[in-house]
């Protein structure tokens, strides 16, 4: 009778792949001028082709190195009792984490390794999800809510704005994208 493979939560692949996000991520946070699989591969301590054989290209592997860090995989979402102090709080950690120098040049290495029109975006859909708990809590209390797109478009997007841009961007900042985003409730 055949065994079911074994699987190894934590193993190699694991360890390679944080290897190779960490190279990335030193190399965005140095201001590297080029940034290749090769020069990656020796800075994570791979071979190249285990980054050609994953990645279709550099641009495709910052995106992704750039979307587990500006989201945060797993991290929850506020749960205060009412969708005004959760969107509050969701959008002041939003901030003070994508205002951290690392953070910084995540979000623009994800944005200059975007030269073409995308079909979705993963950081987008990430805070989406998150967006739509909170709202989904709310209604649930019979609280009067924006959408999800609403959300986006008016408090996440201006946040990203700001920080690709290098416009100020504080607690007081999220704090009124958030009422602004409130006054659309239905």
């Known amino acids: 009778m ?3 493979a074994a699987t190894r939560p934590g193993g190699r692949s694991s360890r ?3 290897a190779i996000h960490t190279a990335v991520g030193e190399l965005v946070g140095e201001g590297a001028d080029k940034i290749s699989f090769p020069v990656v591969a020796e800075r994570a301590g791979v071979n190249p082709t285990t980054l050609y054989r994953r990645w279709p290209d550099v641009n495709a592997l910052l995106e992704e190195v750039a979307v587990a860090a500006l989201t945060r995989d797993g991290e929850a979402v506020p749960d205060t009792g009412t969708i005004e102090q959760d969107l509050t709080d969701w959008a002041q950690l939003i901030a003070r984490d994508i205002t ?3 953070r910084i040049r995540y979000l623009r290495a994800m944005v200059a390794a975007r030269i073409d029109l995308v079909a979705h975006c993963t950081v987008t859909e990430k805070r989406g999800e998150q967006a739509a708990q ?5 209604r649930e209390r019979g609280e009067k809510t924006p959408t999800v797109p609403q959300i986006l478009d008016h ?3 201006p946040l990203y704005h700001h920080v690709v841009f290098a416009l100020a961007v504080d607690d007081e900042y999220a704090r009124r994208l958030v ?3 409130l006054s659309m409730a239905r």
């Open 2 to 4: 055949p065994r079911p």
């Open 16 to 18: 390679v792949l944080a």
């Open 100 to 102: 951290r120098p690392q």
């Open 134 to 138: 909170m709202v989904g809590r709310a």
């Open 155 to 157: 408090i996440i997007a």
């Open 179 to 181: 009422r602004d985003v």
